[in-house]
């Protein structure tokens, strides 16, 4: 079973940046996909960007160019660095795991997630 907690969420301004950073605990966690996904106020959640066991990465359209996922699997963790907010990118922002090393797997756990607010 694997664990998630995310942070780094907070209230900013279009223009500015973010980080958020999800730490896993459990078994194989170094071995899986993670990824982020998000929901804002009356939509359905989105996929965002996700990152594969050996690093590689896949953005959704809207956030390419902006958005950078990383991972330090010393640290179990993952990062999304989020720049050049606008107020679109507001949503509750989830970690996600996959149940394999690739992002074709699906997803077996989730994080309770972190509010990104970006005021125009």
């Known amino acids: 079973q694997v664990e998630l907690v995310e942070s780094g969420g907070g209230l900013v301004q279009a223009g500015n940046s973010l980080r958020l950073s999800c730490v896993a605990t459990?078994?194989?966690?170094?071995?899986?996909?993670m990824g982020w996904f998000r929901q804002a106020p009356a939509k359905e959640q989105e996929f965002v960007a996700g990152?594969?066991?050996?690093?590689?990465?896949r953005y959704a359209d809207s956030v390419k160019g902006r958005f950078t996922i990383s991972r330090d699997n010393s640290r179990s963790a993952i990062f999304l660095q989020m720049n050049y907010l606008i107020p679109e990118d507001t949503a509750v922002y989830y970690c996600?795991?996959?149940?394999?090393?690739?992002?074709?797997?699906?997803?077996?756990?989730w994080g309770q997630g972190t509010q990104v607010t970006v005021s125009s």
């Open positions: 459990g078994r194989d966690v170094t071995y899986r996909a």
């Open positions: 996600a795991s996959y149940s394999g090393p690739l992002l074709v797997s699906g997803n077996d756990a």
């Open positions: 990152i594969s066991y050996n690093g590689e990465t």
